[in-house]
């Protein structure tokens, strides 16, 4: 299983766009193949950070998700909107622990 | 490393007591050995559905800090406050990629 964190900071004049974005972007993805969790969410200390929280079967699937040309628009889209931060980090995971 | 993903959903009566809370509870958090990241964010979907995201260098320091006093407290607290469905999982990782 493949657990991935993602950030990004949205300039003022476009966190409400931005927010709009990581919503749909959440609806589609969730659909796609091997997806098992996919949540957009904003930081409680910082707003306009937001964090993109992953989890995929298998880091082919995560691929698969990425080559779509829709995961490219909206990078773009981001880009445009003057997001100078954004980073996706993907981790193979192993022993599970549930804490509480 | 750990990687650790927790969530819970406040009754609306105690969402802002519980944004602070979360609030608070990062901050002393990132002082404790061993914490790596530690973000507390609220899901652009679902308003008062909290993500708690945590990165440790070992389980032995992420369960230093749940054996710690202020975390019991915290807990009791929020079930005081009505939250039932607080979710801490943890997951130890390989393979790391940087995709964005």
Known sequence: M???HG?????????????QLL??????TRQEAGCQLYLVS???ELPG???ITEQWASLADM???LAQPAVGEAVAAVHGMGVTDLS???WEVGTQTDVI
């Open 2 to 4: 493949i657990l991935s």
């Open 7 to 19: 950030t990004l900071t949205a300039p003022v004049a476009h966190a409400d766009a931005i927010r």
């Open 23 to 28: 919503r749909q972007i959440a609806q589609a």
């Open 42 to 44: 904003e930081d409680l």
């Open 49 to 51: 950070h937001f964090i």
């Open 63 to 65: 691929e698969a998700h």
């Open 88 to 90: 996706i980090i993907a």
